[in-house]
């Protein structure tokens, strides 16, 4: 199901997943500010709704569509990119974003919450790209710069370094970055760019809707950074793309100190761990 207003318009399209909520929402009007026309997809249509009127109302010359779609259906990914390709029939930009958080221990955590969280954080992503493809390379053909489409993946700082009681979320991101390694490569002579941006706490509704029990411990997302401010991140990426940007200094601290010496990490997290037991 999906809601249009009609007008021609030669503006670059973004496709953003999950753009009901936190770092999403915020993507979307980025890039609307920015000068595209904007395709927003989550579960939640209401939210979509909401937010493609409020962003009409702003950016009155933009194309806004809210497209209904769960990513871990590819029935459901089918239909949202027919959608595009009948309305737009290209695309210049899409942001992998939709996903959900996972704590708990791997003894704890029941194996089809694994599943559903791969099922969502790497194959949604999966989906989505490859059914994205034909329409990226229409935008290509459009264009003359180095980069004629771009792929930005929402990983996370944890899609470097892993910790205790966030396996399963962790695992999803690590395999986020490995499928962008080599898709990078794949897309290289075709002229996609696919860059991953490595966000910390943010505060969007992350946490509620992660499944099992924070860890005390854990930095609540009330102290994290503003959704807009990794939307802002992710834009960039778009224009300018970059295999990985990290985004908080304990994030690039983090990952400079897992390259240097794991070891002194495992013992810093570990200290936490127990703190949490
Ligand atoms: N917040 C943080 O601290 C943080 C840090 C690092 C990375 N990230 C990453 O940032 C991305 C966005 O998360 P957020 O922080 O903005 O959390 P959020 O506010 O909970 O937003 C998550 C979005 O994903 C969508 N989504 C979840 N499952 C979906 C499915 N099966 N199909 C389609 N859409 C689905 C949700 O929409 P519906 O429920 O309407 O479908 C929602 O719009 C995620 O990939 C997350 O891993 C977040």
């Known amino acids: 199901m999906s809601t249009t207003i009609n007008s021609t318009s030669s503006a670059p399209v973004v496709l953003v997943t999950g753009a009901s909520s936190g770092i999403g ?12 026309d904007v395709v927003l997809a989550a579960r ?3 939210r979509l709704t909401d937010l493609s009127d409020n962003l009409r109302c702003k950016y009155p010359t933009r194309r806004v569509v809210s497209i209904e779609c769960d990513v871990n259906s590819d029935l459901s990914v089918d239909a949202l990119f027919k959608t595009i390709s009948s309305d737009f029939g290209k695309l210049n930009v899409l942001v992998n974003n939709a996903g959900f958080g996972v704590y708990g221990t791997v003894e704890t955590t029941p194996i089809s919450v694994f599943q559903q969280n791969m099922d969502t954080n790497y194959l949604g992503v999966i989906r989505c790209t490859q059914a ?3 329409l990226l390379r229409k935008a290509v053909a459009g264009s003359t710069c180095r980069w004629g489409a771009s792929i930005v993946m929402v990983s996370s700082i944890v899609g470097r370094r892993s910790m205790p ?5 962790s695992a999803t991101k690590f395999a986020l970055e490995a499928l962008s390694e080599a898709l990078r490569l794949e897309l290289w002579d075709d002229r996609i760019a696919v860059s991953v941006v490595n966000p910390g706490a943010t505060r969007t509704e992350f946490g509620d809707s992660a499944k099992g029990n924070r860890p005390g411990t854990f930095l609540s997302f009330e102290h994290g950074m503003p959704s807009e401010t990794v939307a802002k991140i992710i834009l960039n990426a778009a224009r300018s793309p970059k295999r990985n940007t990290y985004l908080t200094l304990a994030g690039k601290i983090g990952v400079f100190v897992q390259w240097l010496s794991p070891k002194l990490l495992d013992m810093v997290l570990l200290r936490t761990f127990r703190k949490s037991k």
């Open 44 to 46: 939640r249509l209401n």
């Open 25 to 36: 929402a915020a993507t979307a009007e980025v890039f609307a500010a920015a000068g595209y």
């Open 132 to 134: 994205a493809l034909p």
């Open 165 to 169: 009681q966030l396996s399963s979320y």
